[in-house]
């Protein structure tokens, strides 16, 4: 399955959608529910994203963009020969920062089975290029992402007892890795 061409219509059920989705859950992200809030009949999305699994599908885009850019952000505003854990820990701050602001979107783009069929190409790799230009392997990389994400879930989740030091976990996980 392709997805649907690009519009400026699409671009602004994507936008409603992800406003529905960061605001009040992913449980009211209904093609209904978009419909409603973009003031049309239900029906009409389907002139423009085939159905809810491509709309979710850009999405995860959008969130794979938005964690690109913080991810090179960060790395942009590092010295070039600069240490190896501090721009291991800056990444680890952007990833963090930037999925605790957006807490739906970054489930939705980090769990369940990736549409990578519905994916612009090139956008998970460049998402992940900066962890992997740090780490300098494509292994170490996911390494560093294992742990970053299954602290953020964690995090997310509530799942570390009240009072723990985050800041201090993070730092030593990226200690050990770095």
Aim: proline share 6%.
């Amino acid at each position: 399955m392709s997805l649907s061409a690009p519009s400026a219509r699409r671009d602004d059920i994507v936008a409603a959608a992800r406003q529905i989705l960061e605001t009040e859950g992913p449980e009211r992200l209904t093609m209904r529910s978009l419909a409603e809030r973009l003031e049309i009949r239900a029906p009409s999305l389907y002139k423009h994203v085939a159905d809810k699994d491509e709309l979710e599908a850009l999405l995860i885009a959008e969130a794979l963009r938005g964690m690109g850019e913080a991810l090179h952000a960060a790395l942009d505003g590092m010295p070039p020969r600069g240490s190896k854990k501090r721009a291991l820990a800056t990444l680890a701050q952007a990833y963090r920062g930037w999925a605790i602001a957006h807490p739906h979107l970054y489930r939705l783009a980090t769990e369940g089975e990736l549409p990578r069929d519905l994916l612009p190409d090139g956008l998970e790799a460049w998402t992940a290029e900066p962890l992997v230009r740090v780490t300098g392997d494509q292994d170490r990389a996911r390494a560093a992402w294992a742990f970053a994400h299954g602290m953020t879930i964690l995090e997310l989740d509530g799942r570390f007892p009240p009072g723990a030091n985050l800041d201090s976990a993070w730092t030593a996980g990226i200690s050990a890795l770095g």
